[in-house]
């Protein structure tokens, strides 16, 4: 998966692709079979939500330059996979979903697997995580129509934001927001297709 799929096309994060290759993707998956959790795509995980193709859970962690000393909001758990894979290249993770249902199995998976730098809730993740905020990362796992105002407030200066844009059932862009004392420096990244940022 990392040589083919990840390395291959150009991420070269050694702690990114060390930590692909650590964390055990079919275990978040575990309906999918252990061959197909390692394929070049996303796949479902219930509700209508899917978990992100690898590459792109890696690509997005390399533009958001994870240290081990960051602390990251992650907004979209989904089955926790991401979270795991932030876990392993920053200090502590706030990871934020608006299905209780996922956000307990994903705290429950986590769990199992050992990791202790990982907070879990649910709640509506266009509001951040104001008790823990400001966050030198956030990284949003499914596209906005816009990016969420209370999101760029609460990065630190010369934090990142990764966050896909545009509607359901169009190319969205990949956004790299970078807060820089009063500038908002934005980049378009590449097009994307992530499933949409449910609002209230
Ligand atoms: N990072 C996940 C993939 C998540 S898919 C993984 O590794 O598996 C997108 C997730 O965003 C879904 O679980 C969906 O429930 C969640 N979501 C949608 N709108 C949201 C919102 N406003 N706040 C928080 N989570 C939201």
């Known amino acids: 998966m990392v040589a083919e799929q990840i390395e291959a096309r150009g991420v070269r994060d ?14 978040f998956v575990p309906e999918a079979g252990p061959q197909a959790a390692y394929a070049d795509h996303p796949l479902p995980i219930g509700y209508g ?12 962690c ?24 932030i876990a392993q290249l920053a200090q502590h993770v706030y990871t934020i979903d608006i299905a209780p249902a996922l956000a307990n ?26 008790d823990e905020a400001p966050f ?6 499914a596209a906005a129509p816009k990016i969420p105002s209370a ?28 807060k820089d004392g009063e500038r908002i420096k934005q980049r378009d990244m590449m097009l994307v297709r992530f499933v949409p940022l449910r609002s209230g």
């Not at 199995?105 to 104001?130: F, H, M, P």
């Not at 030198?136 to 796992?141: K, P």
């Open 105 to 130: 199995l994903a705290e429950q998976t986590l769990q199992s697997l050992g990791y202790n730098n990982i907070s879990v809730k649910s709640g509506d993740g266009c509001e951040g995580w104001r």
């Open 14 to 27: 050694k702690h990114v692709l060390d930590a692909m290759r650590s964390v055990p993707r079919h275990v």
């Open 49 to 60: 939500q899917t978990i992100s193709q690898p590459y792109m859970v890696a690509y997005m």
């Open 62 to 85: 390399e533009i958001a330059q994870l240290e081990k000393k960051s602390r990251v909001l992650e907004v979209g758990t989904g089955s926790g996979y991401g979270a795991a894979i």
């Open 136 to 141: 030198d990362a956030i990284i949003v796992t």
């Open 151 to 178: 999101l760029v407030e609460q990065l630190k200066d010369g934090g990142r934001l990764v966050i896909p844009v545009g509607h359901q059932f169009f190319t969205q862009r990949l956004v790299l927001v970078e």
